[in-house]
Nanobody
Framework: QVQLVESGGGLVQPGGSLRLSCAAS????????MGWFRQAPGKERELVAQ??????????MYADSVKGRFTISRDNAKNTVYLQMNSLKPEDTAVYYC????????WGKGTLVNVSS
């Protein structure tokens, strides 16, 4: 059974940083592209970052809205994908989820990131 467990969200001031983690199980993590998605209130879920099964920087992609501020990484030995978020803005406020890319129908509960002063 696929399980995706996100953690690391919280309340942070504009300009602050957070590091999200996602522990995955129930599938062969190392062969899949992994991504971080987010869903803001009243908006559709969007893909913000993805990383291929290798861990080198050339295999990552970012949405324009987070490029230069967010960094995705993965540890295949721990079946975990991370999202380092710096220079956070109020518009980054959302529930953040991880999933494979393309995504599976099973989603975790997500972790809430609230950027507010």
């Amino acid at each position: 059974q696929v399980q995706l467990v996100e953690s690391g969200g919280g309340l942070v001031q504009p300009g602050g940083s957070l590091r999200l983690s996602c522990a995955a199980s129930g599938f062969i993590f190392s062969v899949h592209v992994m991504g971080w998605f987010r869903q803001a209130p009243g908006k559709e879920r969007e893909l913000v970052a993805q990383i291929r099964s290798g861990s080198t920087a050339m295999y990552v992609m970012y949405a324009d809205s987070v490029k230069g501020r967010f960094t995705i990484s993965r540890d295949n030995a721990k079946n975990t994908v991370y999202l380092q978020m710096n220079s956070l803005k109020p518009e980054d406020t959302a529930v953040y989820y991880c999933n494979t890319v393309p995504y599976r129908n099973q989603w975790g509960k997500g972790t809430l990131v609230n950027v507010s002063s």
